[in-house]
């Protein structure tokens, strides 16, 4: 309810006022009155009231005076002028403290209520706006870290469209102007589609296979940004000290390395290229597409001709050297559901071709490879792609009756169109909303105990059903989330090297330090101390 305060000298005007204001359909409570202006300040100090209504001429301090010294102090508070008190200096004075009415006495109760009345509207649409602008914050502040690693992506594979850092990456860009950077490429052969835990569980893949690669290249390197390029192919952008010696016999322990964790943990056969050292982290998308050309022509690896003669018969089919640009635009828009975005992309991609003879086998491969982006893009956020088409869809045999370059691009963009406008957006969009919330309240409580029953009393909805969605729709349980999430802000903090680790644990929300370190070491392979020491050491 809003709170209202009188302030008057006179006994009547306030009994009267008190029996006038209709209390409850105003939605208001009386709380509190006062005689003049000195006891006026007092008292709205104590109350902190939405509305004061008070008379300008009184003993000790008048009203005006006091609301000025009110709004010197930053109160925000609308505010009424009762008063049968007229000067012109008054009024002046009154517009410029940002009184929102004035009553002359004697008032009609008609009147007064149809003042109220107003004000009141104007404090609930004040209220609306903030609590607008809160949830704009809160939804900016849960996209921040998303935002970062999307950029981080975006610069990496060439899709950046010369847009400004995150102010949160500032700190980090400075680091790497004092760095050199390079690629590690890691390409998954077509043996991924006959692995077990990728076709049961995509989510539990990539968060195994992150950790796998990321272990094994921490015990060479301990400053890089991991990133999922698509579903065939990430990439390592590595940050090391400038002068540093790249040495080939290092290269060939990193890829070994990744190579047998790879096939020991999760049986899976990989190819790993890696680019030159770069001084400027902003041509680092050249270093990508270096990495990308080092790739061997073998018919194992995905998104590149079969064959030498292939290759040569098509032109080397350009539009491959750089389908990670394409890809990640046309991936991005598709989670959106952005269906000119992507058209776009496509019409952008089948332009290059125009002056290349059509040649079917690339075209069906393009349209395959452009059907697998969007395949993943969308079951990242919890949509499978067979459900938006009949069962009787077939891709290959939609791509393969296309006799141009025009008309493969048509047929994708009808697939986009349908995509875009199907009504399985609505289930997930609930599903996607409540994750938003849940991980919304673990960036505002991180350095706090969280856990999943907190959410639950937060959100009432039970712990169970809780879980469920955000494994479905985040790829990862709320346990192995939040420890990421905690981790990642730490190792963060540690490369900053503005903090203690006591305060980095309290910071990330663990009390004893001790139980902290360890388990940042099980997450990176390092205790806090050990990589505070090769950070230092680095530099």
Known sequence: MWKIVIIDDEDKVLRGMKRIVPWEALNCEWSGEAKNGQQGLELIRRAQPDLVITDVYMPVKNGLDMVEELRNEGYEGRVVILSGYSDFEYARKAMRLDIDDYLSKPASRSTIEEVLK?????????????????????????????????????????????????????????QWEKQDHFIILITYTNQLEESRL????????RFAAGNVIKEAVRQWFVDFEFIECHTHQTALFVHVPKGFQDEENTRESVKQEVKESLRIYLHLDVIITFSSLTGNWEDIHTSTKEAIEHLPLRSDVPLLPESKEEADDTGGLPVLTDSMEWNQQLSSAIRYADEEKACTVIDGLFEKMQNEPFHQPSAVHLGIEMWTMMTYALFDIGIRIRDMFPEHFDIYSVLSRQQSWEGTASELKEIVLNICHHQKWDENLKHRQLVEQMTAFVQERLHENITLHDLSDELFISRNYLGKIFKKVAGESFKDYLTRVRMEKANNMIQEGHYLIYEIAERVGYGNPAYFSSLFKKYTGYTPSELIQKRTVGQ
């Open 198 to 205: 990728f076709q049961k569980d995509w989510y539990l893949f």
């Open 118 to 174: 107003n004000v009141v509207a104007r404090l609930e649409e004040r209220t609306m706006e903030k609590l607008q602008f809160l949830e704009l914050r809160k939804k900016v502040q849960l996209y921040e870290p998303l935002i970062e690693k999307e950029w981080i992506k975006s610069i990496v594979t060439g899709t950046s469209m010369r847009t400004d850092p995150p102010e949160a990456l500032q700190p980090r860009l400075k």
